[in-house]
């Protein structure tokens, strides 16, 4: 796993349009080496602002849309168009306004497909499954960026420190008694995060900040989930000055201006 980097932008707002600037170049990178990307996205207000900048920017249209892969990192398991639902915010904010493939759009399935929480889970890892590709070296793609937003309790995707989950060797499970409603959701684990090749953790607020703290010492993933947050070949912790507050110097920071 990489060393996560730190880069630090004045305010949420700033983070939000510099982290839709990033995502645009690492797609369009990606796309011209192998002709296609993929891209894990994320819920909360962060992570549903940045989708929004990318879609209110002219370079979005850099991208190819319909090469790109859509999927989730964790999902609540409520009926499809719920307004709490991941999908349903990255629909409103950025899907519905560019030229995506529908059926390269990954989404995990909620009750109204006649699935419970568990056959959800298998059945987005059997999509994962077929997704993958030799060189992936495991039943998960190789996911060119991975967004992840994170709790002020240091929870990524629906991974919440203790729960039964963050043991969990399988890439897709089934959340049951989250600390943070909807008590069932979805999530992909520690090992299906650490497949991507780029983890980007995302984070504003003077809330996060004792989070983002922990994350980046050598706390253990089951009681700070988002320090077992890292990508095969990079790691990266985009905040805003607030969320950035209690980094020990040491460590060191990117700032911009």
């Known amino acids: 796993m990489s060393a996560p980097g730190i880069i630090v932008h004045r305010d949420a707002d700033v983070l939000a349009k510099a982290v839709a600037a990033r995502i ?3 797609l369009v990178d990606a796309q011209s080496a192998k002709g296609s990307a993929s891209l894990v996205l994320t819920g909360g207000t962060v992570g549903i602002a940045t989708l929004a900048a990318i879609a209110a920017t002219p370079a979005r249209d850099a991208v190819d849309w319909r090469r790109l ?5 964790d999902e609540r398991f409520l009926p499809t168009g719920d307004a709490e639902r991941n999908e349903t915010g990255a629909r409103e904010a950025l899907l519905d306004h560019v030229d995506v493939d529908p059926a390269r759009v990954h989404v995990m399935r909620g009750p109204d497909s006649g699935m419970t929480a568990e056959e959800s889970a298998e059945s987005y890892a059997a999509e994962l499954r077929a997704a993958a590709r030799p060189e992936d070296h495991g039943p998960v793609p190789g ?3 991975m967004l992840l937003g994170m709790g002020p309790d240091a929870h990524v995707a629906s991974l919440f420190p203790g729960l039964p989950a963050l043991y969990d060797t399988r890439p897709v499970v089934a959340v049951h008694g989250s600390p943070k409603p909807p008590p069932t ?3 992909l684990t520690l090992p299906a995060i650490r497949a991507a090749r780029e983890v980007w953790v995302v984070a ?5 900040a004792g989070a983002v703290h922990l994350a980046l010492s050598e706390s253990g993933p089951v009681q700070v989930p988002a320090a077992g947050a890292r990508g095969r070949q990079r790691t990266l912790f985009l905040l805003d000055r607030a969320a950035a507050g209690k980094i020990p110097p040491e460590l060191g920071r990117l700032a911009s201006p």
């Open 204 to 208: 504003a607020g003077e809330e996060k």
């Open 69 to 73: 892969d859509i999927w989730w990192g």
């Open 24 to 26: 645009i170049t690492r």
């Open 185 to 187: 959701r979805i999530s």
């Open 143 to 145: 996911f060119d960026v």
